[in-house]
């Protein structure tokens, strides 16, 4: 008898349940669930003839069986037998609604699998099962120390401005020049957030800029600061994740992902450097932390506020359109002003990488004791390794590509894939004893510079020397000591980064920058010079930054030497508009590859087909066209590109083709993926 009863009282509850499971698998299951079990909740199931975790995303049959429909129930619309959950394995959902609303607006508008998106986003521990149970809870309270300044009049007003718009969507762009004191900003709503029990989400686009930021914000914030980021344990990323989610930590700062981060009483949305081109993620999962920063704002019904000193181009746009407010800090904080910015031709110079004017100014600088950075985005010791009597260049065997010689492990390498072998001695192709470097990367620049400035400190950072986890945080330590010293930059130091000794900045080599296809390379490149140039100088006296190039006449410098960034933006804007491209037009790409070239080429043909058929006016589709670097580890890439002024259009066009790429024959053969608002 009590068996029997117990039999009904599962009846009764059965629910059929759909599940997003964390294997490589796009498509969800349906389960059927005894027990009492919410949306977002993580669960054991059954399949094939594994135990997994999955996270339930949808309840679909409310209504409890009863034993005349039991059997129908039972079954999924395909006629498949639904299995039971083994486990339900958490009370509390994981996954809450708000968080859940972004990763389906995610799955949806990146048109990538929902459960891939959870995968992704989860921390691998919880997708595991484990227990979702805090290990350490970072320090809090923090030792606070207060500014020796006020804000200035500037800083106030943005400070008031966006005070007005809490507890409302409302987007700001906070345009301040280098060194004008974002930060400054920063802290002063985040604190007022705080005071009002807010939580508030802070991206940057640096790893790097992770521990120095934190911190900073430790010292000023009466709050649990958290970081979120890639170099964590999975323990810590875990405990971080939780902290974040059970309203532990008031600030949560992080790198892309952390846009994901569940955060339980959101007051405040902060994206540093804007611009920045790795808020996008370039594989698998290919959003854009940035634009979603403004989904989740939406969502979460409060304001958002992207701060940079250049604007891309797309937030220039919607400024222009009214839809997000622009609020300008024009000059440095503190009293500091920008810096002096010349050119130096390069055009009589053979092969140096340093001229002597160049020279003789970090003679000068380094005499009166200041410290000096070198910009060069290049590793390794030299990008080509060639014979001189037949012009044979070593390549990779893996990709299109020269390989760069790396001298501290006498490697040639390749960048792309990675590949490694010994250079050789004689031509492989002449057989003559004639093979020479070419060209400059890091490495031989530190070595160059070692020759003329023997005892003065030299601190390269790339990511050859700051591949140990804490070597990055020591060379920054060594910087801010302010001792005299040159460093040595690339990529990861144009960003942020506030060095008060920091008195002239060289640009060495930019000038691949105006070679490239990418329509977008001007823009970057004024980025870069710009946001490179901003290092110098921040702290009273004045600084200096010379840029040395083969193009001297070409209009970017115009506006870069005399800090007009905006009027540049606007001319490309223009341009942009006259050509009718993003941000004037929506695009996709679909990239196919495979290791048969014609495989990649002719999935692409059959996809144009197959787009072509769904007959949506104001979609355009170009291609394939091979990509710029067509081969990359034995595969070779093929791009389509898909561009629509009405980006609703497109969506729905990639929908249907999503739904129908089954039809597609080639499509066991090759390797494809879409990406939405793409930027390479
Ligand atoms: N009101 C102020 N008075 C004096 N100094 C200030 C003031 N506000 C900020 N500073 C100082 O100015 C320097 C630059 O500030 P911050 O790093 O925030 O600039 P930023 O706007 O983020 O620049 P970037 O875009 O180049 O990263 C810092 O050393 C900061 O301490
Ligand atoms: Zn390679």
């Known amino acids: 008898m009590i068996k029997y009863l117990f039999y009904q009282y599962s009846i009764t509850l059965s629910l059929i349940i759909e599940v997003a499971i964390s294997i490589p698998l796009s498509k969800t299951f349906n389960y059927l669930c005894d027990n009492e079990v919410s949306v977002g909740v993580r669960v054991k199931v059954p399949l094939a003839r594994k135990k997994v975790i999955g996270i339930v995303l949808a309840i679909k049959d409310k209504s409890r069986y009863n034993e005349t429909n039991f059997r129908k129930k039972r079954e999924d619309t395909l006629g498949y037998k639904l299995k039971s959950v083994e486990k339900v394995l958490d009370k509390i959902p994981i996954l809450d609604k708000s968080i859940l609303d972004l990763l389906f607006w995610s799955a949806n508008y990146y048109h990538y699998p929902i459960s891939k998106v959870i995968s992704y986003t989860l921390p691998k521990n919880l997708l595991l099962g484990k227990e979702a149970k805090i290990k350490k809870i970072i320090d809090f309270p923090n030792k606070l120390q207060q500014p020796d300044f006020q804000p200035t009049d500037e800083q106030n007003i943005a400070i008031e401005q966006i005070l007005k718009s809490t507890n409302q969507y409302h987007a700001f762009l906070l345009h301040g020049v280098t060194g004008s004191g974002k930060t400054e900003v920063y802290l002063h709503i985040i604190q007022s957030m705080i005071d009002q029990k807010k939580q508030v989400l802070v991206l ?78 370039q594989s698998s999962f290919r959003y854009s932390a940035r634009n979603l920063g403004f989904i989740r704002a939406q969502q979460s019904n409060i304001p958002l506020v992207l701060g940079t000193a250049t604007p891309s181009l797309e937030l220039l746009k919607i400024a222009m359109d009214k839809k997000i407010t622009r609020i300008t800090l024009t000059k440095r904080a503190g009293g500091a002003t920008l810096p002096k910015v010349s050119l130096i031709d390069m055009r009589s110079n053979t092969n140096d990488a340093l001229s002597k004017i160049l020279i003789e100014k970090i003679k000068q600088y380094l005499s009166i004791d200041k410290q000096v950075m070198l910009f060069i985005n290049r590793r390794g ?87 140990r986890k804490k070597s990055f945080a020591q060379h920054l330590e060594q ?65 200096e930054v010379v840029i040395q190039t083969r193009y001297p006449d070409h209009p970017i410098f115009n506006f870069v030497l005399s800090s007009r960034y905006t009027q540049f933006a606007s001319q490309l804007l223009k341009q942009r508009l006259s050509a009718m491209m993003p941000p004037f037009s929506h695009q996709a790409l679909l990239c196919a590859n495979a290791k048969n070239k014609q495989n990649a080429e002719n999935f692409l043909h059959e996809a144009a087909i197959l787009l072509k058929s769904i007959q949506m006016n104001s979609v355009e589709i170009w291609g394939p066209i091979a990509n710029t670097i067509e081969k990359k580890s034995d595969y070779y890439y093929f791009n389509l590109y898909l561009q629509s002024n009405n980006r609703v259009t497109l969506h729905q066009i990639l929908s249907t083709f999503s739904q129908h790429i089954n039809k597609l024959k080639l499509k066991n053969k090759v390797r494809w993926y879409l990406d939405i608002d793409p930027i390479e």
């Open 204 to 281: 940057v686009p640096e790893i790097g800029l992770t521990p120095q930021m934190i911190t900073h914000f430790k010292s000023r914030l009466k709050t649990r600061v958290i970081a979120i980021h890639s170099q964590l344990n999975e323990t810590q990323k875990l405990d971080a994740y939780l902290m974040a989610k059970n309203g532990d930590a008031g600030v949560i700062l992080g790198t892309r992902s952390a846009i994901f981060a569940p955060i339980s009483n959101f007051g405040l949305i902060i994206i540093d450097e804007e611009h920045d081109n790795s808020f996008k993620q």
């Open 381 to 467: 010791y030299a990008p080509i390794y060639y014979c001189t009597q037949c012009n044979w260049k070593a390549q990779c065997n893996h990709c299109d590509s020269t390989m760069v010689y790396h001298r501290h492990i006498n490697r040639l390498k390749c960048h792309h894939c990675g590949d490694e072998k010994i250079p050789e001695h004689v031509c492989p192709n002449c057989t003559k004893q004639s093979l020479k470097i070419l060209g400059y990367g890091t490495e031989k620049l530190e070595e160059t510079l070692y020759s003329y400035f023997v005892d003065t400190p030299i601190i390269r950072i790339d990511r050859d020397t700051t591949r």
């Open 479 to 543: 910087i801010n000591t302010g001792k005299p010293c040159i460093i040595i930059g690339t990529q990861m130091l144009t960003k942020g980064h506030d060095f008060s000794n920091l008195a002239m900045v060289g640009i060495l080599d930019v000038d691949t920058g105006f070679l490239s296809t990418n329509f977008r390379a001007t823009e970057y490149l004024a980025q870069l010079l710009i946001q490179v140039s901003g290092r110098a100088g921040r702290h009273k006296e004045r600084g």
